[in-house]
Structures are given as C-alpha cells and as structure tokens.
C-alpha cells in the first residue's frame, strides 16, 4: 500500500466538494422534510402519501435515482430554458436530497405521533397559538428523534454521493471509480477511506447533537452544531474560493483508454495555459449530452457510439461515410463540434484465449456461432444492450448457452479464468498486444468502425486558442501507440503505470 | 350563593349547548344543556363515564367547539373571544396534568403570562408554588423529578399563575394517591374562597363533589338530570340518576360504619372486665 496516505492528501479539492454536495442535499432534504413531517402530523392521507412515496424513492437504487434526473432535467429545459444544467451539482443534489427525504420524514412524523396528548392539551390549554404550540411544544420535544433521522440520512447521502460521480460531479467517487478503472487499489482504498471517514466524522457530531439535544444540554448540541458549521464553512470556501470560470472541463467514459485520452488533451492545454478539470467515469449518453450542453467541453468519443446512440441508425455506410455524416448531423442537431479523428479505431470485437481457439477451431465469428451453444459469452455490462451485439448476433444465428456481465477492467480476468470461452473486446486494447489472445474475423462486417473522435462543446468551439492546442491530436495516434499506453495502465506487474503517466508517454512518442 | 339565576352574577351561561360527532352529527355527547354558573360557586359536574361532563368543560375554554348552541363567558360568546386571552382568564387542570417535559418548573408556572408577553417574577413563582404547598426552590427542577402530587400541584400553581376568574378542573386528583387527592382537594377549596374564583371541576367521585362543591350538576347521556346543593342531594332529591350516585359512597361510609361498630363490640366482648365497674 504505498504512496496510500500521498494518494489520500490529494483528495483534498474531492473531499470538500464532497462535503458541500453532501451537505446541501441534506439541507434541503430537511428543508422539504419537515414542513412536510408537520403536514403528514395533522392529515393521515398526507402522511401516507409522503411516506409512501419517499419510501418508493428509497427502493430506487441510488445510482439510477442520479442517471434518472438527467432526462428529467433535460426535459425541463422547455420550461427552463437552456441555462439549465443538466448534469453535476444539480442533478446529484436533487437525488441525494430524494434520498435523505425518507429517514428525516419517518423520525420526523413518528416523533410528532408519540408525543403525550397530555402535554399537547396542555398546550391548548394555557392558550397557544399553533405556531407557538409547534414552536415551544412540538419541535423542542421531537427534536431529538428528527436529529436521530438527519444523522441517518447523512450517513445515507455522505455513501451514496460517490456515486454523483458517474453523472459529472466530482466527489470522493472520483478515485473509487478511476482506480476501478485502471485497478489502482490505492486510488479505490483513499476514495473509500476518505468516504468512511467523512460518514463516521459526520456520525458522531450529528451524534453529539442528538444527546444534547436529548438531555437538554445547549452546551454540547451547540458545540455539536458549531464543529459542523465549521467544517461547513472550511469545505464551502476551499471549494468556492478558487472557483475559475475560464476552466476546460475534460470529460471521460468509465475506461483506462478514455481516462488516458482525457490526459493527454489536459496535459496539452495546460501546456498551452489553460486551466483544466477531469470528470471521469461517466457513461456515453450522458458524456454526449454533457458537450452538447457545454457542461463539459471536450470529450473523446468513437464513431459506432454516435452513429447507434445518437443518430439512431443501424446501418453501416462504411468508416469514412459514417464519419462524414457524424460531423455534419452534429453540427445541425446539437452544435458541438467534431474537431477530427484522433487515427485509431477502438472498434467492438471479439476476443479469445488463442489456446481455447485453436482447441475449437475457430478463427472468425462465423465458426464462432457453430460452437457457441457449447460456450459462455462475456460483455461489459451494457454491450448486450447495444446494436452492436444485436447485430452480430442476428448477422451469424449467435446462440451461446450463457452471456455473462463483467466489467470492463475484468473482461480478460474473465477469459483467463475460463469464466467465459468469449468476449467483447476494444480492439485498441493494449492486452490484445500480446500472443495470449486472438480477435475474431468479422467476414459480414455486422460490427460498425469506430474511430475515436475529438468532441467539442459549442463553448469551446469558438475558443479559437483552445481549438489551435488541439489541432495537432488530430490523425496523430495510430492503434499500436494507444494499445501500448493502454497496456501501460491496465497492466498488473510492477510496470504498471498512472493514467497521466501514460498521457505524458504517450505525448512523448507521437511528438508533442 | 343565593339566586343562581340572576343576570348580574352569572359569569357563565351554557345556552342549549350541543356537541355531536360523526359524519352526520349521530354521536351526541352534549345533547341540549341550559344553565347559568354564578361567580364565586364552586360547582362539581358529576356522572358516569361518557356522560358528557368533560365535553362539556372543555367547551368553556374551547378546546372544543359546540356544534349548536352558545357559551358566554361574562356575557360574551366564548368561541369570538381570542383562546389567547379566554384562555388566560381561565385556568385549566386536568387529570394528565401535561407539564412541559423540556421547561422547569418555574416555567412551566409561567407560560401562560409569558404567551401574553410578560414575565413573571421569581418572587410571583415562589408564592404560586407555597400557595400550592410546594418548597419554592422546586422552581429550578425538572417536571420528571417530581412525584405525580407534586406535578399536579404544580399545574394548579400554573392555573393559577394569570389570575384567573375562573378555574377549570376536569377530574383533576384522578390519577392521585387517597391521601394526596385529600389534602389537594381542600388546599384547592381554600384557594377558591382566597382568591374569590369561581369553580368547576368534573369528578365521577360524587363523594369528593358534596365534600368540595356547594352545588352539584349531574349529567347523564349527555344530558343535565340534576342540579342542587349537596345538602339536598343528601337529603334524597336530585332525582333517581343523581341518587344513584349519591348511593354509593353513602353505602360505603355506611358499611364502614358497621364494619367499626363490630369491630369495636368485638374488642368490648374480648376485653377484660376490670374497667367495668369503674365506666358505670
């Protein structure tokens, strides 16, 4: 576990912003609680509505609840306007906060039920006013149940606010998931760490709270709270204080290839003086829709993604066509602009331990579908959703006895442990550099090109400076160079190297 | 007491009071009562469970409202005065007793004034609880250090703490030991003569009501079906509700008397004859 505590000391900028989105989902978690905890006290129908529904919420796993609000939020643009964001702060802040919802308003309502009807008559009784009967009455004595339900939610919200990551916005996600990425178990453990440490920290002030609250000690739920305000505060203007509006946000996919990718454009502009900033680990509809928005302005992405996710179309005019034709429905539909081919493709195919192969005799896709009934197939965990696999197997009668899920990190573990006889691969896959392995022919051409593309948010693309760094990427990376800065980072031996590493290799060898 | 029909000393005035519940008003708790409380009585409301004596107090105070008839309250309907300011010129005791867990004692006495805006003194607080025979150093305590007496002298102390014209008590010494309910009942007798208040206390005890009150309402389904002084509700009018009640204490106090009695010829039989000759 070396460099762990180094690693851990650069999360510092993760950490605050964690802390600021954590909190304020919390904050209006209460804010939306409590009146309504109020309400459902004084009508059952509320109350079971209320409780319902952030009970329905509940059972939506968390990372759905997030991807779910960029639609939402997309669609809300029409009544908006187009200055909506779409994706970071404000859609994780809006899930986290649906989240937080259900334990603060169940504390909140129960605390409310068992109060003694005596002390309320009494209430009543010395001539309160409602709100002096909620103020005086009713909040003090349930406070402590409402602080035992907020000390719930933000153990809840602190966890689940990793995943805001793979929806663009930075949190202690970010190391869990570009350690996943690229197997940096040190990267995982600091984000984990981190993560554990903020909840428990979190834990035991809010803990503090509730039993001063508990036992009527202003001196410790004031302490309690002040010690949050600050750490509040600290977070708030660590993370708002250096803010630049002039920064280029570089957005990447969940693998080491875009993460590398993502580098080497950063370590680029920064050469030439921009400010940059990664959001890494984000899924493909939601990256396309990020540039299309301009809340992030540059992406790598491949020609066959746009073509099947975008364009919607599922046939395969030939690799330069169908770029032609990307650049221009881009430029028509939703402004970013495609600034050019890096040079490589990173194409789906099939892949197989060459051992395994020759033992079935197949060398292509075709001899692949005769034995497949007799084989377990293995994907990342979308590829079975995608055109790509729909028309492969369609286009060969594809028919395996088993498909299996993997991550994408884990696809060769997969292969090498004989988890599964085949597997969806990226052709510019630095692990297919070596003999072990062997692609699969495609004679019907059923799998689309996929050429890695330069995307440009409209922003960005009238920052003539921006586009001038960049021109020189374009037709400079040829597959061989990016299988081996792949290879450099996917790699388990001692050789294996950081993603801005390979980005600096990878600079070096095509001359930048 | 005198007349309790005359307008000038009347301070309450139930007129055809009803209280009805459900959807179409089928429950009736208060079915129709008319009748005048003078200011200065003491008057007990007695009868069995359900019978609509608590419904009817708390319609004075309005914590619930008559669905017909009116409550005036020194002439004025109750329901169009401020409950800030009805409920400041009416003390109220219940049997929960409902002291503020999270107030001291001192403010749990003081919460009234101060929801009108004033403060009381600690020397005013000092003086509620002696007159409720509390130590006035209980102030600065927490209501559950306190034993169930002692809280329930506690909220007659608070009551008491606007000055009230009237006092409201809706089976106050209930949830009280024999000898606790004894003496707080007379301290509570002596406060009404001290500070000329006017009473009414809801009890089922109609032995406490001919001890406490000097007119006895008694209510059944709802309904008012006596109204005396405890004298004559001894002497056997009221009618045959009221009687029934009357009976059971005096049929207890008679079975103790006999109990005694037996007891006392037993220990006379039993005893040595020695002193005999001297007692004739």
């Given at each position: 576990?070396?460099?762990?505590?180094?690693?851990?000391?650069?999360?510092?900028?993760?950490?605050?912003?964690?802390?600021?989105?954590?909190?304020?989902?919390?904050?209006?978690?209460?804010?939306?609680?409590?009146?309504?905890?109020?309400?459902?006290?004084?009508?059952?129908?509320?109350?079971?509505?209320?409780?319902?529904?952030?009970?329905?919420?509940?059972?939506?796993?968390?990372?759905?609840?997030?991807?779910?609000?960029?639609?939402?939020?997309?669609?809300?643009?029409?009544?908006?306007?187009?200055?909506?964001?779409?994706?970071?702060?404000?859609?994780?802040?809006?899930?986290?906060?649906?989240?937080?919802?259900?334990?603060?308003?169940?504390?909140?309502?129960?605390?409310?039920?068992?109060?003694?009807?005596?002390?309320?008559?009494?209430?009543?009784?010395?001539?309160?006013?409602?709100?002096?009967?909620?103020?005086?009455?009713?909040?003090?004595?349930?406070?402590?149940?409402?602080?035992?339900?907020?000390?719930?939610?933000?153990?809840?919200?602190?966890?689940?606010?990793?995943?805001?990551?793979?929806?663009?916005?930075?949190?202690?996600?970010?190391?869990?998931?570009?350690?996943?990425?690229?197997?940096?178990?040190?990267?995982?453990?600091?984000?984990?760490?981190?993560?554990?440490?903020?909840?428990?920290?979190?834990?035991?002030?809010?803990?503090?709270?509730?039993?001063?609250?508990?036992?009527?000690?202003?001196?410790?739920?004031?302490?309690?709270?002040?010690?949050?305000?600050?750490?509040?505060?600290?977070?708030?203007?660590?993370?708002?204080?250096?803010?630049?509006?002039?920064?280029?946000?570089?957005?990447?996919?969940?693998?080491?290839?875009?993460?590398?990718?993502?580098?080497?454009?950063?370590?680029?502009?920064?050469?030439?003086?921009?400010?940059?900033?990664?959001?890494?680990?984000?899924?493909?509809?939601?990256?396309?829709?990020?540039?299309?928005?301009?809340?992030?302005?540059?992406?790598?992405?491949?020609?066959?993604?746009?073509?099947?996710?975008?364009?919607?179309?599922?046939?395969?005019?030939?690799?330069?066509?169908?770029?032609?034709?990307?650049?221009?429905?881009?430029?028509?539909?939703?402004?970013?602009?495609?600034?050019?081919?890096?040079?490589?493709?990173?194409?789906?195919?099939?892949?197989?331990?060459?051992?395994?192969?020759?033992?079935?005799?197949?060398?292509?896709?075709?001899?692949?579908?005769?034995?497949?009934?007799?084989?377990?197939?293995?994907?990342?965990?979308?590829?079975?959703?995608?055109?790509?696999?729909?028309?492969?197997?369609?286009?060969?009668?594809?028919?395996?006895?088993?498909?299996?899920?993997?991550?994408?990190?884990?696809?060769?573990?997969?292969?090498?442990?004989?988890?599964?006889?085949?597997?969806?691969?990226?052709?510019?896959?630095?692990?297919?550099?070596?003999?072990?392995?062997?692609?699969?022919?495609?004679?019907?051409?059923?799998?689309?090109?996929?050429?890695?593309?330069?995307?440009?948010?409209?922003?960005?693309?009238?920052?003539?400076?921006?586009?001038?760094?960049?021109?020189?990427?374009?037709?400079?990376?040829?597959?061989?160079?990016?299988?081996?800065?792949?290879?450099?980072?996917?790699?388990?031996?001692?050789?294996?190297?950081?993603?801005?590493?390979?980005?600096?290799?990878?600079?070096?060898?095509?001359?930048? | 007491?005198?007349?309790?029909?005359?307008?000038a000393e009347t301070l309450l005035h139930?007129?055809?009071?009803?209280?009805?519940?459900?959807?179409?008003?089928?429950?009736?708790?208060?079915?129709?009562?008319?009748?005048r409380i003078a200011r200065g009585s003491?008057v007990?409301?007695?009868?069995?469970?359900?019978?609509?004596?608590?419904?009817?107090?708390?319609?004075v105070?309005?914590?619930?409202?008559?669905?017909?008839?009116?409550?005036l309250f020194g002439g004025?309907?109750?329901?169009?005065?401020?409950?800030?300011?009805?409920?400041?010129r009416v003390?109220?005791?219940?049997?929960?007793?409902?002291?503020?867990?999270?107030?001291?004692?001192?403010?749990?006495?003081?919460?009234?004034?101060?929801?009108?805006?004033?403060?009381?003194?600690?020397?005013?607080?000092?003086?509620?609880?002696?007159?409720?025979?509390?130590?006035?150093?209980?102030?600065?305590?927490?209501?559950?250090?306190?034993?169930?007496?002692?809280?329930?002298?506690?909220?007659?102390?608070?009551?008491?703490?606007?000055?009230?014209e009237l006092?409201?008590?809706?089976?106050?010494?209930?949830?009280?030991?024999?000898?606790?309910?004894?003496?707080?009942?007379?301290?509570?007798?002596?406060?009404?003569?001290?500070?000329?208040l006017t009473t009414i206390?809801?009890?089922?005890?109609?032995?406490?009501?001919?001890?406490?009150?000097?007119?006895?309402?008694?209510?059944?389904?709802?309904?008012?079906?006596?109204?005396?002084?405890?004298?004559?509700?001894?002497?056997?009018?009221?009618?045959?509700?009221?009687?029934?009640?009357?009976?059971?204490?005096?049929?207890?106090?008679?079975?103790?008397?006999?109990?005694?009695?037996?007891?006392?010829?037993?220990?006379?039989?039993?005893?040595?004859?020695?002193?005999?000759?001297?007692?004739?």
């Amino acid at each position: 576990m070396s460099g762990f505590w180094e690693t851990l000391f650069t999360l510092g900028n993760k950490l605050t912003a964690h802390i600021v989105l954590a909190a304020s989902a919390i904050g209006l978690g209460i804010l939306v609680a409590l009146p309504l905890a109020v309400w459902a006290a004084r009508s059952q129908a509320v109350a079971r509505i209320a409780l319902g529904f952030a009970s329905l919420v509940q059972t939506i796993p968390a990372l759905a609840l997030l991807a779910l609000f960029f639609p939402v939020l997309l669609s809300l643009r029409a009544v908006f306007g187009e200055e909506l964001p779409t994706l970071g702060f404000l859609p994780a802040l809006l899930a986290l906060a649906l989240y937080a919802l259900l334990p603060i308003l169940r504390n909140a309502v129960t605390a409310q039920a068992n109060l003694d009807p005596g002390v309320l008559e009494a209430a009543d009784g010395v001539g309160m006013t409602g709100w002096q009967k909620l103020t005086l009455v009713e909040a003090p004595l349930s406070a402590p149940f409402i602080m035992a339900g907020i000390r719930t939610a933000s153990v809840w919200t602190i966890g689940a606010a990793t995943l805001s990551t793979t929806i663009g916005q930075p949190s202690l996600g970010d190391p869990i998931f570009a350690g996943l990425q690229t197997q940096n178990w040190v990267l995982v453990l600091a984000g984990c760490f981190a993560s554990a440490g903020l909840a428990m920290v979190a834990d035991a002030l809010l803990g503090l709270i509730e039993r001063g609250l508990a036992k009527r000690s202003r001196w410790q739920w004031g302490g309690g709270l002040a010690t949050v305000a600050i750490g509040l505060t600290f977070a708030l203007s660590a993370q708002f204080g250096d803010d630049n509006e002039d920064t280029i946000v570089i957005g990447s996919k969940q693998f080491s290839e875009s993460i590398i990718l993502a580098q080497l454009i950063g370590q680029q502009l920064e050469k030439e003086g921009f400010a940059v900033e990664y959001r890494t680990g984000l899924g493909s509809a939601i990256l396309h829709g990020a540039v299309a928005s301009s809340s992030i302005d540059i992406s790598v992405d491949y020609t066959g993604t746009v073509w099947t996710n975008e364009l919607k179309r599922s046939d395969n005019p030939g690799r330069d066509e169908m770029f032609r034709q990307i650049v221009e429905w881009e430029r028509e539909n939703t402004g970013t602009r495609v600034l050019g081919r890096l040079g490589f493709e990173n194409a789906y195919a099939f892949a197989m331990r060459r051992d395994r192969a020759a033992e079935l005799n197949v060398t292509s896709l075709e001899d692949l579908a005769a034995v497949a009934p007799r084989l377990a197939v293995g994907g990342d965990p979308e590829f079975f959703e995608r055109p790509e696999w729909i028309a492969v197997r369609d286009a060969y009668g594809m028919r395996f006895r088993e498909t299996r899920n993997f991550s994408p990190t884990f696809m060769f573990n997969a292969l090498e442990a004989r988890e599964a006889d085949a597997i969806s691969a990226y052709s510019s896959d630095g692990r297919l550099a070596a003999d072990t392995y062997i692609l699969l022919d495609d004679p019907r051409e059923a799998l689309p090109s996929y050429d890695a593309m330069l995307m440009l948010s409209p922003e960005l693309a009238k920052n003539e400076a921006a586009v001038a760094a960049l021109e020189p990427l374009i037709g400079a990376i040829s597959v061989e160079v990016m299988q081996e800065a792949n290879y450099s980072v996917d790699r388990e031996d001692d050789r294996k190297v950081m993603p801005e590493t390979a980005a600096r290799r990878l600079a070096e060898t095509i001359g930048l | 007491m005198g007349d309790t029909n005359s307008d000038a000393e009347t301070l309450l005035h139930f007129e055809a009071v009803e209280r009805r519940y459900g959807a179409r008003g089928e429950v009736i708790a208060v079915g129709g009562v008319t009748c005048r409380i003078a200011r200065g009585s003491f008057v007990a409301l007695v009868g069995a469970s359900g019978s609509g004596k608590s419904t009817l107090l708390k319609m004075v105070n309005t914590l619930v409202e008559p669905s017909a008839g009116r409550v005036l309250f020194g002439g004025k309907d109750v329901t169009e005065l401020k409950p800030s300011t009805l409920r400041r010129r009416v003390g109220y005791v219940f049997q929960g007793i409902g002291l503020f867990p999270h107030f001291r004692v001192g403010e749990n006495i003081a919460i009234g004034p101060r929801l009108a805006g004033e403060t009381l003194s600690p020397e005013r607080i000092a003086e509620l609880l002696t007159l409720v025979e509390l130590e006035p150093e209980m102030a600065d305590r927490m209501p559950d250090e306190l034993s169930g007496g002692q809280r329930q002298r506690v909220g007659v102390a608070r009551a008491l703490a606007g000055d009230p014209e009237l006092l409201l008590m809706d089976e106050p010494f209930g949830a009280l030991d024999p000898i606790t309910r004894d003496a707080l009942g007379e301290r509570v007798r002596e406060l009404h003569e001290e500070f000329g208040l006017t009473t009414i206390m809801v009890t089922h005890d109609m032995a406490e009501a001919l001890l406490l009150a000097d007119r006895v309402l008694v209510m059944d389904a709802g309904r008012l079906v006596a109204d005396e002084r405890p004298s004559a509700l001894l002497a056997g009018k009221g009618g045959a509700i009221a009687q029934r009640l009357v009976a059971v204490p005096r049929d207890q106090a008679e079975k103790l008397a006999a109990l005694e009695q037996r007891i006392a010829r037993k220990t006379h039989a039993s005893s040595p004859s020695s002193g005999e000759g001297a007692a004739s």
